[in-house]
């Protein structure tokens, strides 16, 4: 049976972590998988760990360098075989003259030899201690595989050294010489082709084993690594630790490099024992518990706050459930996983614990009231209930109802502190702080001399000046605002953590990536109105400005619109074209170098008509490009449009 595809956002960001995990420092060797994504060392030897077919010593260390025993190797393929599940290490015999039933390989020597994956000399010996060679190791690859002695032209090695190059176990390797003694190192490349090699009998063995491929046929290491992950627990007091079976030498929290000491109580636990590693999460969140899907016999999802959280453990299936002692309408604080799921529940005033976390709790949001309202919705004795709301877009990228019955603006920048339930809400100032301005550097570590947390909470927010006022905002990664200048203006709140790194930064209108962009192909504009139509990611779309007239001319340019209504229209300035460095950089003709949006929208103009391409399907021979950005890149500017004209 094949291990359950489990793939999200999520995973690629542990990937991104597990980069670091083995080889700091080192040149990794790369590793191109046919077809597919790239792989390097760090994710070969990261896919070992996670099988359970190389893992380090207490120290985490891996010792690639260190000769590899035949006792070993066997240890090794036996775990990528159909054996793997099965064997164990103890014999009730010596299988081998030299390998007692107490050697701790007796069992792996036997199993891979009833196998007929290896076999002694024929003084009955084994050797177990001494070095593999490669010819040796090839061998029992190749009999794993599904190959035997009558596939192997020649004399011994030949034949079998010849099945090892055209069947690609060499990639990564320079060994030829069969007699070559082989390291760590070497092993884990030689395993790792042998998962991604074809059986005799046509089929991929990570296939038959069990393991996920990818689109390229490989072993689809994402679905792998995601799927060898356990948890998540909550940690109750200091012993967790000893909950994990092993001591971690590599732990993250909040995604972001960090250590066993760091790790508080109430925080999630995700943990790999062949990586021994931990991911440990501290995401609370705190709200009116309003609904559950798709009932409150089980739910899958609930909302609280106006938030839609899948619920990620059976604990807190059950405490959201009517069973559980919870009802609609009570101020829940919850815990959230690395998928944002919710795995417990503190419930108010310290009753409904599930999942041994402490009742006790404090959740803490900040960001810009985007909108007000009430919302009516019935409670668990079916009496309906009426609450007024503000909706606040908090610097984790989340929107949140929160109830209050005092009235607040939209555009306000506000804080919200819950304790046990009991929210109170205050209007952010970061004047004790003092200004915070400067350039931030290239890996988007520091902003001036001030160091930015990994896991940084960027809000870039806009407030209109008009009546009513509205907001809007989104969310950004540190790296976007790598290389940029801020300042003091642009920076409308920040804190720090108790480490002194800038935790949380709210910006006003810095990235531009609240705009809408496009190409204005109809501007007619007659005193106090006027009358649009652009094309955007390739759709036409029209609007009338009613009593209002932008000053705006034809051709690129951004958009704000918040709610259905445009509170600001500006063109685009533009430079031309000189080379395109890479897939997100260009070179203008002055030769300044300019970074492309994300969302970069390229066009082909034709007669007047405008089609949206993309750079990789223009010959630029052919063509004449001229790119649009919204700033300064030293202002976070970016090109948000590039029109191709034919030569």
């Not at 990261?46 to 010593?57: K, S």
């Not at 990564?172 to 059986?199: F, H, P, Q």
């Not at 021994?276 to 609280?304: C, F, L």
């Not at 506000?414 to 200004?435: A, E, F, H, Y």
Request: charge should be negative; proline fraction near 2%.
């Amino acid at each position: 049976m094949k291990h359950k595809y489990k793939f999200s956002a999520m995973c690629v960001a542990l990937l991104l972590a597990f980069g670091l995990l083995f080889l700091p420092g080192a040149a990794n060797a790369a590793y191109a998988a046919e077809g597919g994504q790239a792989l390097n060392e760090t994710s070969i030897l990261n896919v070992l760990a996670a099988l359970e077919i190389m893992n380090g010593d207490e120290s985490g260390s891996l010792n690639l360098s260190s000769p590899v025993t035949r006792a070993e190797f066997t240890k090794m393929v036996l775990a990528a075989s159909s054996a793997k599940d099965a064997v164990e290490s103890q014999s009730s015999f010596s299988p081998y003259g030299d390998v007692t039933r107490s050697h701790w390989a007796a069992g792996y020597i036997k199993t891979a030899r009833d196998m007929g994956l290896i076999s002694g000399y024929l003084d009955g010996t084994f050797k177990p201690d001494d070095g593999v060679k490669l010819a040796e190791a090839v061998t029992v690859a190749l009999k794993n595989l599904g190959y035997t002695e009558a596939d192997f032209a020649g004399s011994y090695p030949t034949g079998q050294m010849s099945l090892y190059h055209s069947l690609s176990l060499d990639d990564g390797l320079s060994l030829n010489d069969a007699d070559a003694g082989l390291t760590r190192r070497d092993c884990a490349y030689l395993i790792y082709n042998m998962l991604n090699a074809k059986t005799k009998s046509g089929n991929i063995l990570a296939d038959t084993l069990g393991y996920n491929l990818d689109a390229s046929g490989k072993i689809d290491y994402l679905s792998l690594l995601n799927d060898k992950i356990s948890g998540p627990f909550v940690v109750a007091d200091s012993s967790w630790v000893s909950r994990l079976g092993f001591e971690p030498t590599t732990v993250y929290r909040n995604d972001a490099a960090s250590s066993s000491a760091a790790v508080q109580v109430n925080d999630v636990i995700y943990y790999s024992s062949g990586m021994r590693t931990v991911w440990a999460y501290n995401k609370q969140r705190t709200g009116t518990y309003e609904s559950a899907a798709p009932d409150r016999t089980s739910p899958s999802s609930v909302t609280i706050s106006g938030v839609q959280y899948n619920v990620g453990s059976s604990e807190a299936a059950y405490a959201l459930s009517v069973l559980g002692g919870h009802s609609l309408g009570e101020t829940l604080t919850v815990l959230l996983g690395r998928d944002d799921s919710i795995v417990a529940i503190l419930g108010a005033s310290g009753t409904g614990i599930v999942g041994n976390p402490t009742a006790n709790s404090t959740t803490e949001i900040c960001g810009i009231i985007v909108g007000t309202g009430t919302k009516n919705y019935s409670d668990s004795s079916g009496n309906d209930r009426i609450n007024e709301y503000i909706q606040v877009m908090a610097t984790d990228g989340q929107t949140y109802d929160i109830s209050t019955n005092k009235g607040y603006n939209v555009g306000a920048l506000v804080k919200v502190r819950t304790i046990n339930g009991n929210s109170t809400i205050s209007g952010l100032n970061s004047n004790t702080r003092g200004q915070l301005s400067g350039t931030v550097n290239a890996d988007a570590t520091r902003i001036g001399n001030r160091e930015l947390a990994a896991n940084a909470e960027i809000l870039d927010i806009y407030q209109s000046n008009g009546t009513p006022v509205r907001a809007k905002a989104v969310k950004l990664h540190r790296s976007r605002l790598a290389g940029t200048k801020l300042q003091a203006s642009d920076v409308l709140y920040w804190e720090q953590d108790e480490d002194g790194y800038i935790s949380k930064l709210v910006l006003k209108n810095f990235s531009g990536d609240l705009f809408t962009y496009g190409i204005l192909q109809k501007a007619e504009e007659d005193g106090s109105s006027g009358s649009y139509e652009y094309i955007s990611n390739g759709q036409v779309q029209k609007f009338a400005s009613g009593n209002v007239s932008y000053n705006v001319n034809r051709g690129a340019f951004g958009m704000l619109n918040i709610d259905g209504n445009i509170v600001s229209i500006r063109n685009l300035s533009g430079v031309s074209v000189a080379s395109i460095d890479s897939s997100n950089s260009i070179t203008d003709s002055g030769g300044q170098s300019w970074l492309l949006s994300d969302s970069a929208q390229i066009y082909e103009s034709r007669s007047g008509e405008y089609y949206q391409t993309s750079l990789n399907l223009l010959n630029t021979q052919n063509y004449t490009l001229r790119a649009y950005y919204d700033q300064g890149a030293n202002s976070g500017g970016r090109i948000r449009i590039i029109i191709a004209t034919a030569n």
